[in-house]
């Protein structure tokens, strides 16, 4: 079974502070996709990375796909308490629009003002 | 108008009660899920339909049958509640590989809790 081990699971900071939620498998994925989940929502997608090695910025959000495809990386600037959620990745075990997506089990960020 | 609406968005009920869950998607997507997500706010796959068509049944409990009447509707429908049933049922749609990739969009949820 392939999982998707995410870190750290809660996360409470500053308002202005950085932070970094890793997402690590020993299995390669065609693509891994972050998403934000807020209470009472469904998770919407942040972003997807497909290269290994990609690097994409979200205005403070700094999105990256390890090189050999395992692994990845969220890193939020000067946190906000907009920033407030849950953060989950998924990862796409790829073959197609077949929903082969396995998520983690989030990071719950919470920022205070 | 909402991409992904599922119906109810609260549902209390009792141990061995049968009850439903609707979706509808109106972004024109093949692909169709439901997933769950428990307290722990893990999101695990149930099912995934393509074009009305089954594609992925995981170890899921066969008191759990989808329907799909057309590729624009997913419902599932719970015979025999159980306790451990209580969870959050997310409906989610996808079109064609956006980039490369399988990208979802979520419905608000379905909060199931079973008494």
């Known amino acids: 079974t392939q999982l998707l081990e995410q870190s750290p699971q809660f996360l409470s900071i500053q308002e202005g502070e950085n932070l970094t939620v890793y997402c690590n498998s020993s299995?390669?994925?065609?693509?891994l996709q972050w998403y934000r989940q807020e209470p009472g929502e469904g998770p919407v997608l942040l972003v997807t990375v497909v290269t290994g090695g990609e690097v994409k910025k979200l205005k403070r959000l700094t999105f990256q796909f390890g090189d050999a495809r395992k692994d990845s990386s969220l890193h939020i600037t000067a946190a906000q308490p907009g920033d407030t959620g849950l953060y989950l990745c998924?990862?796409?075990?790829?073959?197609?629009?077949?929903?082969?997506?396995?998520f983690g089990k989030g990071t719950k960020l919470s920022v205070k003002p | 108008d909402t991409a992904v609406s599922q119906t109810p968005k609260y549902l209390v009920t009792q141990m061995g009660n049968d009850k439903s869950i609707k979706c509808e998607q109106n972004l024109g997507h093949d692909t169709m899920y439901w997933y769950k997500q428990d307290s722990k706010k893990f999101l695990k796959i149930m099912f995934s339909?393509?074009?009305?068509?089954?594609?992925i049944n995981e170890t899921v409990p066969n008191r759990f049958s989808p329907k799909s009447p057309d590729k624009a509707h997913l419902n599932l429908h719970i015979n025999s509640l159980e306790l451990g049933d209580s969870a959050v049922y997310f409906c989610a749609s996808s079109g064609r590989w956006t980039a490369g990739a399988n990208v979802l969009t979520f419905g608000a949820g379905s909060r199931l809790t079973v008494l």
């Open positions: 998924a990862g796409d075990r790829g073959g197609g629009s077949q929903g082969n997506l396995i």
């Open positions: 339909y393509n074009n009305k068509e089954l594609i």
């Open positions: 299995s390669v994925f065609s693509s």
